[in-house]
Structures are given as structure tokens and as C-alpha cells.
């Protein structure tokens, strides 16, 4: 829990310090940040797409599709400023949703309380504002 804040509070930090930073710094900085908060985030995405699976809200094939949307965006994390802008990009819409839902799962399983919860989410939002700053939006 305690690397899940420290992960959370530096991509605060740096979504916020952001606006003040030009682009050549923004995206160095944006892209270590989305790195230390991407495995949190990809364990919600494996569970919310899990979860629709098992709901059958998924097909096996939908399913294999958004983890090597995952995978791919992972990668992407360790590649070039523009690589990561181009996959993250086109990946995470994808993905972001199913990330929700693995929260929202963990909740229902009685795995976690309300605030942990908030906490989770927090970290999704701010982990979506980190890739819309990285994408200049």
C-alpha cells in the first residue's frame, strides 16, 4: 500500500507540475511517473477484463485482445517519448474502463473498503490525466 501512495503521489506531483513544465521536460518527467504507476494500474486492468470474462461480458478473443493492448502499452512505457505517446494513445482508451472495473471487483469480492477503494481510483484518474498530458491534450 505504502509504494501504491508513493506511486500515486509522484504522478500528483508531476500531473500537476505539468502545465508549468515545457513539453521536453513534461515528457521526461510524465513517462517515469506513468512507469512506477503502471503495474498497480495493469493488476486493476487484469482483473476488471477477468471480471468480464467471467460475467461474460467478454469473449476469450475480447479478452486476449485487451491484454496485449496491456502488454503493448507496457512496452511502450520503455521506449522512446514518441513510441509511448503513440501506443498509450491508442491503447489505453481501451483499457482504462477495464481498469475501473477490476476496482469495482475488488469491492464486490469484499476485498477492499470503500476508501482503498477511492484511493484506487484516484490513482486510474490521475494515471489518465498523466497520458492526456503526455499526449499534449
Known amino acids: 500500500m505504502r509504494r501504491a501512495i508513493l506511486a500515486l503521489s509522484t504522478l500528483l506531483l508531476v500531473v500537476g507540475c505539468a502545465g508549468s513544465a515545457g513539453n521536453a521536460a513534461r515528457e521526461r518527467a510524465l513517462l517515469p511517473a506513468l512507469r512506477s504507476a503502471w503495474p498497480g494500474v ?3 486492468v ?3 477484463v477477468n471480471d468480464g470474462l467471467d460475467d461474460g ?20 512505457l ?13 491503447e489505453w482508451p481501451a483499457l482504462h474502463p ?14 477492499i473498503g470503500a476508501g ?3 484511493s484506487l481510483n484516484e490513482r486510474i ?3 489518465d490525466a498523466a497520458i492526456d498530458a503526455l499526449q499534449g491534450r
Open 42 to 44: 495493469e493488476a486493476d
Open 46 to 48: 487484469q482483473r476488471g
Open 57 to 76: 461480458d467478454l469473449t476469450g478473443s475480447a479478452s486476449d485482445a485487451l491484454m496485449a493492448s496491456a502488454d503493448r502499452l507496457e512496452k511502450s
Open 78 to 90: 520503455s521506449a522512446t517519448i514518441e513510441e509511448a505517446k503513440s501506443v498509450t494513445g491508442k
Open 98 to 111: 477495464w481498469a475501473a472495473r477490476g476496482v469495482m471487483d475488488r469491492v464486490d469480492d469484499g476485498e
Open 116 to 118: 482503498v477503494a477511492a
Open 125 to 127: 484518474v490521475q494515471f
